[in-house]
């Protein structure tokens, strides 16, 4: 059975058609390559099955627990940012976990009242369980590992993203 299928799908933009009467099938194991000229839909059809866009007409469909995304041909990143701080976007969460996590250290440390101390101490002993099942305290070594794995040295960790190659800048993307 097929992962993605496409069948007789139609994309256009206003009065512009870019293709019509597209269908694909995408087993498990396939691997396949989009050929074509600028201009005749390669990005559309790959926006089509991530779900970043919709058909005009016929049919997009993924079947299973199968997730598909795509990388921007010219990624841009906020300006003055780190590879460091790009790569740990995918971690934003923890990091707002970590700060909720030191602000309940602080409060817990300066209140008096018992009870409100151990309302406090609670909350953070749950707020530190989801941390830590996260993987909280292994994303920096994470986040370094993959950017070692893509080709970055620990030296470049600090460089700045918007100054790169746009192949160093599609290796970060990924």
């Known amino acids: 059975m ?3 299928q496409v069948q007789s799908a139609a994309k256009y933009y206003g009065a512009e058609e870019i293709f019509r009467g597209v269908s694909v099938a995408i ?10 000229q600028n201009g005749e839909g390669k990005t559309t059809l790959l926006k089509l ?4 866009e919709m058909p005009d ?4 469909d993924l079947f299973g627990e199968i997730k598909v995304d795509m990388l921007d041909q010219d990624p841009v990143f906020p300006a003055g ?28 440390s300066s209140e008096s009242d018992r009870r409100r101390r151990a309302h406090l101490i609670d909350r953070y002993g749950s707020l530190m369980t989801r941390f830590e099942d996260r993987g909280g305290y292994d994303a920096d070594a994470r986040v370094r590992e993959v950017l070692l ?4 040295t620990r030296c470049d960790l600090p460089r700045r ?14």
Request: glycine share 14%.
């Open 2 to 4: 097929s992962l993605v």
């Open 27 to 36: 087993d498990p194991g396939a691997r396949i390559g989009v050929v074509g």
């Open 49 to 52: 099955i991530s779900g970043q």
């Open 57 to 60: 007409d016929g049919e997009v």
């Open 81 to 108: 940012s780190q590879i460091v701080d790009v790569a740990r976007e995918p971690f934003a969460d923890l990091l707002v976990l970590e700060e909720r996590l030191r602000r309940l250290e602080s409060e817990m």
């Open 149 to 152: 794995g893509l080709g970055f």
């Open 161 to 174: 993203a918007d100054h790169l190659s746009g192949g160093e800048r599609v290796r970060l993307a990924l």
